[in-house]
């Protein structure tokens, strides 16, 4: 007797209900996509103003007419490059 | 027809909202009825919780493993969202109530109304279990994967409900009721 009276006796199905969760689908779809727009915006400035403020610093520091620390810093650099490059040929090798 | 799975992973990786929506249409029924049942027939809260199931069921595709059914895990989230309301609404109690049709009391008592009062005596564990044992046709270990419980406890909370259920229905003599019902109706159909 539960199986017949715990049995399902109708079958909600309608249009409305389908229409209704793709409506939030698409709704929580453009929710994502603005939030995306507004970080990636976000992170774009932010990503913009520090390079120009790097790249005023450097164009600044080009134009002294000491060139010296510019200079060293390349080198360094190089030297470090060089020496990480090295040490890889020895590792494979 | 499409498989549950193609549509799924149509869905999991590009977003199809199109193949989203045969998945709807092939699972509301199911999903509405579970949420009906367990929420004792409130069946504008049981929609709503059936229309975050499926919003929550879109964002999460990427989870579902394919290795069991997709209306098992529909089911599974559709019984999260039931704890989650029920606990945000402790205090309310559900009971439900045989409406009062008059004096001719055994035309209300029909089978759906009767579920829905039966759903009320239990607690909203059991009425997870016995809903989906009896209505769906899951297995015991489908059902003990919806409601994330150990084998042997959905086995025994299964027992108990339909031990509390079956004494309900004979201490209220609902079998002589119905006997009396289609009787009466034979009885009118015989008058006609």
């Known amino acids: ?93 | 027809m499409i498989s549950d799975k193609e549509l799924a992973t149509r869905v999991a990786l590009s977003g199809d909202r199109q193949a989203f929506t045969i998945l709807v249409e092939r699972h509301q029924g199911a999903v509405r009825n579970y949420l009906r049942r367990l929420l004792v027939s409130d069946n504008a809260t049981a929609d709503d919780l059936a229309q975050e199931t499926f919003l929550a069921a879109f964002q999460k595709m990427n989870s579902w493993r394919g290795t069991a059914k997709l209306s098992t895990w529909l089911h599974t989230i559709a019984y999260r969202k039931f704890l989650d309301y029920q606990r945000k609404h402790r205090r309310q109690a559900v009971m439900a109530k045989i409406p009062d049709a008059g004096q001719d009391n055994r035309r209300a008592i029909d089978n759906e109304i009767m579920a829905s009062h039966l759903m009320g005596l239990l607690k909203p564990e059991d009425r997870a279990v016995m809903t989906l044992a009896y209505a769906t046709g899951m297995s015991h270990s489908e059902i003990a994967d919806v409601v994330d419980q150990p084998l042997g406890s959905v086995k025994a909370r299964i027992h108990r409900a339909k031990l509390k259920l079956k004494k309900w229905l004979q201490d209220n003599d609902y079998s002589i009721q119905t006997q009396t019902t289609s009787q009466s109706s034979q009885g009118k159909e015989n008058h006609a």
């Not at chain 1, 109708?10 to 698409?26: C, H, K, L, Q, W």
């Not at chain 1, 030297?79 to 590792?91: I, M």
């Open chain 1, 1 to 93: 007797m539960l199986d017949e009276i715990l049995e399902y006796h109708e079958t909600p199905e309608d249009d409305n209900f389908v229409a209704g969760v793709m409506n939030n689908v698409r709704r929580q779809q453009r929710i994502r996509r603005l939030i995306l727009t507004v970080t990636g915006m976000t992170g774009a400035v932010f990503g913009t103003t520090g390079v120009l403020t790097i790249s005023s610093s450097i164009s600044q520091l080009m134009n002294d007419a000491n060139m010296l620390p510019v200079s060293l810093t390349l080198v360094g650099v190089a030297v470090f490059l060089a020496w990480l490059f090295q040490d890889e040929v020895l590792a494979t090798g």
